[in-house]
T-cell receptor
Framework: RKEVEQDPGPFNVPEGATVAFNCTYS??????FFWYRQDCRKEPKLLMS???SGNEDGRFTAQLNRASQYISLLIRDSKLSDSATYLC??????????FGTGTRLKVLA | DAGITQSPRHKVTETGTPVTLRCHQT?????MYWYRQDPGHGLRLIHY???????DKGEVSDGYSVSRSKTEDFLLTLESATSSQTSVYFC?????????????FGQGTRLTVV
């Protein structure tokens, strides 16, 4: 079983739609959580950190459920430019980042 | 964008030859990492460094060595390249003792071993 699991997708959604991704993690010692965005043939870029209380950044909302060990990302009012792969990342200790294999999102015109 | 530069950006090399990839940062971050990314596997840690001359192995370290003689530079060496090392290599940095511990990535190096 992978330490961080994501549905690979692709999620094909029309512009303006709301889409949600979930990610589960197995290491209960994980302390910090992140969502990264990766465009084709580019490096991962930090989208947002995920806090226990949940956090929002514009159209993006991230939530953490420690009891069930999952993280979610909600994207409202999808734009064509949101098309990318979204990586769920857990950090255990000071250096051990565990990456999910990513969820592909395609926003259709 | 975080100041991380990888070189070269692309390289084709022959099996059995040594290859060195360079990562240079201008952020003075303590931690530096080398990952490889392959389809179906996500990002996997090769080696990491927690200070000058302080390095340790990651989950896929066989066939790779690293060196960090200065805070800003982290080198990854493939002693004798094999076709299984064809991949995209990403360097990352973090300063985990502050903030939430976000990692920032270089633009990647596409390595093809023929």
């Amino acid at each position: 079983r992978k330490e961080v699991e994501q549905d690979p997708g692709p999620f094909n959604v029309p512009e303006g739609a709301t889409v949600a991704f979930n990610c589960t993690y197995s290491n209960s010692a994980s302390q910090s959580f992140f969502w990264y965005r990766q465009d084709c043939r580019k490096e991962p870029k930090l989208l947002m950190s995920v806090y226990s209380s949940g956090n929002e950044d514009g159209r993006f909302t991230a939530q953490l459920n420690r009891a069930s060990q999952y993280i979610s990302l909600l994207i409202r009012d999808s734009k064509l430019s949101d098309s990318a792969t979204y990586l769920c990342v857990c950090l255990s200790g000071t250096y051990k980042y565990i990456f999910g294999t990513g969820t592909r999102l395609k926003v259709l015109a | 964008d975080a100041g991380i530069t990888q070189s070269p950006r692309h390289k084709v090399t022959e099996t059995g030859t040594p290859v060195t990839l360079r990562c240079h940062q201008t952020e003075n971050h303590r931690y530096m990492y080398w990952y490889r990314q392959d389809p179906g596997h996500g990002l996997r840690l090769i080696h990491y460094s927690y200070g000058v001359k302080d390095t340790d192995k990651g989950e896929v370290s066989d066939g790779y060595s690293v060196s960090r003689s200065k805070t800003e530079d982290f080198l990854l060496t493939l002693e004798s390249a094999t076709s299984s090392q064809t991949s995209v290599y990403f360097c990352a940095i973090s300063e985990s003792l502050q903030g939430a511990g976000e990692a920032f990535f270089g633009q990647g190096t596409r390595l093809t071993v023929v």
